[in-house]
């Protein structure tokens, strides 16, 4: 989060929010919006910040079932 507020400021977070994408390698900065985006954003900060969203998400046993019937090992 310090590095988007301090380091691309005003790149990517404008007017209303969040742009809708950007591009770091290629210094490429979207100038649209999509609302549905805001909210997934905010969460994955906090996952990188804490992994509480993972954490929590892998202790859900429908999750649980559903990694298992897939075939998918996260122990």
């Known amino acids: 989060m310090r590095f988007f507020y301090y380091v691309l400021g005003d790149k990517i977070f404008r007017q209303y929010g969040f742009t809708d994408a950007f591009h770091l390698g290629q210094s490429w900065f979207a100038d649209s919006y999509l609302a549905i985006?805001?909210?997934?954003?905010l969460i994955m900060m906090e996952n990188y910040r804490s992994g509480l969203i993972w954490e929590m998400t892998m202790r859900h046993p429908d999750i649980l079932k559903?990694?298992?019937k897939l075939g998918f090992t996260y122990k």
């Open 37 to 41: 985006d805001q909210g997934p954003i």
């Open 66 to 68: 559903g990694l298992d």
